[in-house]
């Protein structure tokens, strides 16, 4: 930062020990008087001019100053009027270019891992992909981790299968993924089970009933039960279901629950009743028909089913459905209906 | 036992290279190493036990044998920063030769030539006193660089970060092998129970001293621990959903894999000769890179004059209990038993479920086990009994269960047999051979009980209930597993072969001198 009164009081100082010099006073006390001046203006203009110079050229600090006190104090004239003069001309210097620390380099090529091909297994073509035990395991490997990516209800059956392919790695994959899914639910009904018996609210213990029954279906869905188990899981699940039914009768989605799992446990009559209910509650159509739909197929009243598909014709929505309904449509025209 | 209280010695005769077993693990594997030592009192073993934590195992479980004369146990994920109790960071370029080497070992796993030529000359440099320093790997600027380049080459995970440590977390044990390497005893010969660290262990010694590597696999270790790596859930996967190929395993995971098959071929290169329990295990040592001349099989086998006096003792119609006799650990598969039990019992409701085995090797899947027993409504029905003697279970039982998701040759199923008790396996490992027989007179002697598939626990409950309901099945069953044994399957069998191969190897090693 400038500092115009040290510049100032240098000048000063140098203008007195000149004036002492002019005054032709050859004593040694005149020669101290001025040999004072001129080092205090010399020492005024060092730390003047020190503080003007950008910061790698100031430090060190103190040889910096000591190198300009020397200048302006020992050279007769030329130092002083030399420093001054640099403190003037430093700015209008060209700045020195500094190296830089960043270097051009040029842009990488792509490396080859990179331009794979990503791989992408449409859920049909997996399921016969999979079967193919002449296939290479490399690729039949790579199908069952993307299935990792696909909707459990879809993958479940399939790695299932693959628990007897004749190859271990393949078997062993399966099993892995499989395992990852039942104990995540398996731990969860563990924890919910001891939130139940822990409750001591009602409003508690109905929480946990539904999350325990949401969570025995969810091992039903995802085809992780089978047999006995499925029958096990589908008991408990009745069970806390039943309870959370009991507690929330105006609840349309518990009572769509409820509908589906009696609907899997063959207890149609009692499933048709509540898929109605649940629609009475205010569920929309798409919600609940298909199911109602499956029903009617399952007691044979085709004319229900014809019903209903008429009526799930007009929902845009039901991508996955479409089929079925195109089928039934079709099958409607060649009625004649 | 404490570590203190270890035997120690100048020199042995052959070192047992151990990873997570015998003396503190009990299991079949340990069991197999118990019986081996003692079959050979004229030999003096040093074992080098390898384990994860001291946290993670008690006391010793198995008596020391008087003939081990040696006996260390080293932990690499305690013991690191013992390898260079000085090591600081500091600025270092490291050793561009040596790690031109690391180079062309690492390019050799990715299917370049000279990998395996490579490892050879690294191994020494590895030890102390050698270029190949931990300092260097941890801190150098070569060690940077490969790490760098090789992730802008390879990685498909955007995560240089988790990458860095993956590297340093898996390499960094090997030093401590280095250094175990460098300080063991003088030996004669070494014998390694499997692949690993334990292999690779033995690949560092036999290549700096010029000994001869025996190779027994049971299992096979890189399966196992391929196992592993696919079920758990602590390896990251950063990739969004725009850069993840959803057909490729997480680049961690990979690496992984690769870093285990890697340490089995190394080992495999070194050891001669390839030990396997049964013929579809030795074509998967040849699979795996083994050299098929090293390679042949010598069977387990058990002492039937302990066992065969525990059949007086059994009733002449089945007891309706299944027994798992193992340890709980994932592999073994427990939770398929426990979901076959649900049937078992809903189908002959006097049936129990035994479980005869340890818990602490991994608590947390013991704990899921109860809880699946209890949420199956089978508390009083499954009984988690710890370890137990066979010789006091065994009389007990109707039936063995074996629902391991993968095995070699099981010991528990032929002290069955030898105790008169059919098993029911699934299809994994030789279970197949020693239920219904290897070759047309085996076969002849019959069904020793029955095969399913894995993770089926509905036909595993329809087998037991098969077995154990029908008196009639049981002891045709129960003939047939005694006269396999008895055919096939005697210790005096496996100890004679073994005999075969330490006179060879201690022979060997005599005339070449084995320095130091």
Redesign the interface.
């Known amino acids: 930062m400038f500092q115009p009164k040290l510049g100032l009081s240098a000048l000063a100082l140098e203008t007195a020990a000149w004036v002492q010099l002019a005054a032709g006073d050859t004593s040694d006390a005149a020669l101290l008087r001025y040999l004072g001046s001129h080092g205090g203006a010399s020492a005024l203009l060092a730390l003047m001019a020190w503080s003007l110079l950008p910061r790698p050229l100031a430090t060190p600090r103190l040889p910096v100053l000591g190198l300009i006190f020397g200048v302006s104090f020992f050279i007769p004239v030329l130092g002083f009027v030399g420093v001054i003069l640099a403190i003037f001309a430093l700015p209008l210097l060209p700045s020195r270019r500094e190296q830089l620390d960043f270097r051009a380099v040029p842009l990488?090529a792509l490396?080859p891992?990179?331009k794979?091909d990503?791989?992408?297994?449409r859920q049909a073509g997996v399921r016969q992909f999979l079967k193919n035990e002449r296939a290479p395991v490399a690729q039949r490997l790579?199908?069952v981790?993307?299935l990792?990516?696909a909707p459990s209800a879809v993958s479940n059956p399939m790695l299932r299968e693959l628990?007897?392919d004749a190859t271990?790695?393949l078997?062993?994959?399966a099993?892995?993924?499989?395992?990852?899914r039942e104990?995540k639910i398996?731990?969860a009904?563990?924890t919910e089970?001891a939130e139940y018996a822990a409750a001591v609210d009602d409003p508690g213990r109905q929480l946990a009933a539904r999350r325990l029954a949401g969570l025995y279906w969810e091992l039903i869905y995802q085809g992780l039960v089978?047999?006995?188990?499925m029958e096990?899981a589908a008991h408990?699940g009745f069970k806390y279901m039943a309870e959370v039914i009991a507690a929330e009768p105006a609840n349309a989605g518990v009572a769509l629950q409820f509908g589906r799992l009696l609907h899997h446990m063959g207890r149609h009559e009692e499933a048709e009743a509540a898929y109605r209910g649940a629609r009475a509650l205010g569920l929309p159509a798409p919600r609940v028909e298909p199911y109602r739909a499956e029903l009617a197929f399952i007691r044979r009243d085709f004319d229900e089913v014809r019903r209903i598909i008429k009526e799930l014709d007009d929902w845009q929505g039901l991508s996955r459905l479409q089929p079925v309904v195109r089928l039934w449509r079709h099958e409607a025209r060649q009625a004649g209906q | 036992m404490k570590t203190d209280d270890f035997p120690k010695a100048d020199d042995a005769d052959v070192a047992l290279l151990l990873e997570g077993t015998f003396p503190y693990v009990s299991g079949g594997v340990s069991s197999w190493v118990n019986q081996i030592i003692r079959a050979f009192p004229d030999i003096r073993f040093a074992i080098v036990f390898l384990g994860s934590r001291r946290s993670d195992y008690g006391a010793p479980k198995y008596a020391i044998p008087a003939n081990v004369v040696h006996l260390e146990t080293h932990f690499l994920h305690d013991d690191i920063v013992a390898v260079e109790p000085r090591a600081k960071p500091a600025p270092r370029r490291g050793d561009v030769d040596t790690y031109a080497e690391v180079k062309r070992l690492h390019d050799g796993f990715k299917g370049k030539p000279d990998g395996l030529e490579a490892f050879a000359r690294i191994a020494r440099e590895l030890q102390p006193g050698g270029r190949l320093t931990v300092d260097d790997f941890l801190h150098s600027e070569v060690s940077w660089e490969m790490i760098a380049e090789r992730y802008r080459h390879y990685c498909t995970d955007p995560s240089f970060v988790d990458y860095f440590w993956t590297v340093r977390i898996m390499h960094q044990p090997l030093w401590l092998l280095g250094k175990v390497a460098r300080e063991l005893i003088p030996v004669r010969a070494l014998h390694s129970i499997s692949t690993g660290y334990a292999g690779f262990l033995g690949a560092l010694i036999a290549h700096a001293r010029s000994i001869p590597l025996v190779l027994s696999e049971h299992g096979i270790y890189t399966k196992e621990r391929k196992i592993d790596l696919y079920q758990n859930e602590w390896i990251r996967d950063n990739r969004n959903v725009f850069q993840k190929d959803p057909a490729d395993l997480s680049y961690f995971r990979q690496m992984w894999i690769r870093f285990f098959e890697w340490l089995g071929r190394l080992t495999y290169d070194a050891a001669d000769p390839i030990i396997a329990l049964y013929e579809a295990n030795r074509l998967r040592q040849v699979a795996d890179g083994a050299r098929d001349e090293r390679t042949f099989c010598i069977p387990n086998g058990i002492s039937l004059a302990r066992l065969s006096p525990l059949r007086a003792r059994q009733p002449d119609s089945p007891p309706p209990v299944l027994c798992l006799i193992g340890r709980v650990v994932p592999i073994k598969d427990i939770k398929t038993f426990i979901r076959a039990m649900r049937r078992v019992v809903n189908l002959m409701p006097e049936a129990e479920g035994w479980i005869a085995g340890p818990e602490d090797e991994d608590p947390g899947y013991a704990e899921e086990c109860r809880n699946l027993a209890e949420s199956l409504g089978l508390a009083d029905k499954v009984k988690f009994l710890g370890f137990q003697r066979i010789d006091e279970i065994l009389p007990k039982v109707g039936a063995l269960i074996l629902s391991s998701i993968s095995e070699a040759l099981p010991l528990v199923v032929l002290e069955g047999y030898a105790a008169g008790v059919p098993s029911i396996t699934t299809d994994v490992g030789s279970c197949r051979q020693l239920i219904h027989g290897f070759g047309p007179e085996d076969e002849a002697i019959g069904a020793a009980g029955h095969i399913v598939g894995i993770a089926d626990p509905a036909a595993l409950a329809d087998a037991a209930v098969a077995l154990i309901g029908n008196p009639d099945s049981w002891r045709a069953a129960r003939q047939a597993g005694i006269r396999r044994v008895e055919r096939y399957y005697s210790d005096a069998m496996m100890f004679g072969a073994y005999r075969k191969v330490y006179d060879k190897a201690l022979g060997v090693a005599q005339t070449t001198g084995g320095a130091h």
Do not use: C, W
């Open positions: 990488p490396d891992h990179e794979q990503v791989t992408s297994f790579r199908a981790v993307a990792g990516n628990l007897n271990e790695d078997r062993l994959l099993y892995g993924m499989l395992d990852t104990k398996n731990a009904i563990h089970r089978h047999g006995d188990l096990h408990e």
